[in-house]
């Protein structure tokens, strides 16, 4: 019998689906054409990519299509919203704000504005990893030009209250953009009722082929593009469109809103609270970590107290099974993640860290599995190594 495998990485990559899959197949031969071209064959071309647009758009009910910009992933839709918001300022404004607890692509680039002369603020999180608007509201200054604050945490799963960060940013005329790249498609986002003036997507995340990721750009929002060339994407995003893989963004974003009707997040976030509390049950000194309501549903964490997150990941590995310690960014580095960190966990708990994040395909035969397997290999490590403290 083949060895069971079970797949919990859905935060890191997702596979492509097979309707994604079989939707962008034409357009690496058949359909070949450039979009750009005025031919019959660039006009095929266009049109899947005006329909992507569409899809992706009305996923996250922007109210006109022209309003998604396809980039060559999410965090060149990160980068572009922050450097191309700061370099568009027109009144000298050089205060910028994001939160202690976002994806590299946004911290580096902030961080990066930090020395070249903008003044950096980093908004602290709760022990759930969420920012609380008071304190974005003490942070904002006449001079604040932008703030970016995640819809939901790749590492912890928590979800922020955008709504309400975005409303404050409104209500002070600053620009508000949120790396939705981990909620979007897998809980509702209604641009359209939401204060928010740029939001970043990726495919991969949601069941779309890797390499192509999205800005939603606010009607009236100005940016200065990081890439000059030929024009495309209103100017914003240069170069010959991904076109294949934009048509699997958009049969990405079908699929999304479908699952959706199908009940799809109840089904995943049933199993995924079933494995947490079985972990915590099995495993004595665990503990999940985020938050219990306002998560992802799809996202699960814990942290294993005197163990390495490490460790366990090869166990699991072997077993099988695949996971993440922490973020799959930071685990080839000594340091625990910056967001456990901020969350105020000392460096030697965060160092148990272990993400397990489900999926469509994710079934109870693969949760019991988990439970079966997880427990003795901390058993297992904890025999192995007795833990020194530090
Ligand atoms: C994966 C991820 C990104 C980067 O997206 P890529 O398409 O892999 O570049 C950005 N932000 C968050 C929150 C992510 O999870």
Known sequence: MEPRKVYLDNSATTPVAGEVLQAMTPYFSAMHGNPNSLHQWGREARRAVDEARENV??????????????????SAADNLAVKGTAWADKKGRKHVITSSVEHHAVSDTFKWLGKNGYDVTFLPVDESGMVHPETLKDALRDDTLLVSV????????????????????RERGVIFHTDAVQAAGHIPIDVSKLPVDMMTMSAHKMYGPKGVGA???????????????????YGVSSGTENTAGIVGFGAAALLAGRLHEEGESARVSRLRDKMLSGIVERIPDSFVTGHRIQRLPFHGSVCV??????????????????????????????????????????????????????????????????LEKFPPIVELLRKMSPYKGG
């Open 57 to 74: 758009a009305s996923l996250i009910g922007a109210s006109n299509p022209s309003e998604i910009i396809f980039t060559g992933n999410g």
């Open 150 to 169: 995640m819809y939901a945490n790749n590492e912890v799963g928590t979800i922020n209250p955008i709504e309400e960060l975005g409303a404050i940013c």
């Open 215 to 233: 800005l939603y750009i606010r009607r009236g929002i100005k940016l200065v593009p990081l890439i000059h060339g030929g024009g495309q994407e």
């Open 305 to 370: 107290r005197r163990i390495e997150g490490e460790g366990m990941l090869l166990r699991m590995d072997y077993a099988g099974i695949g996971v993440s310690s922490g973020s799959a960014c930071t685990s080839g580095s000594l340091e625990p993640s910056h967001v456990l960190l901020a969350m105020g966990l000392d460096h030697a708990t965060a160092h148990g860290s272990v993400r397990l994040t489900l999926g469509r395909y994710t079934t109870e035969e693969d949760i019991d599995y988990v």
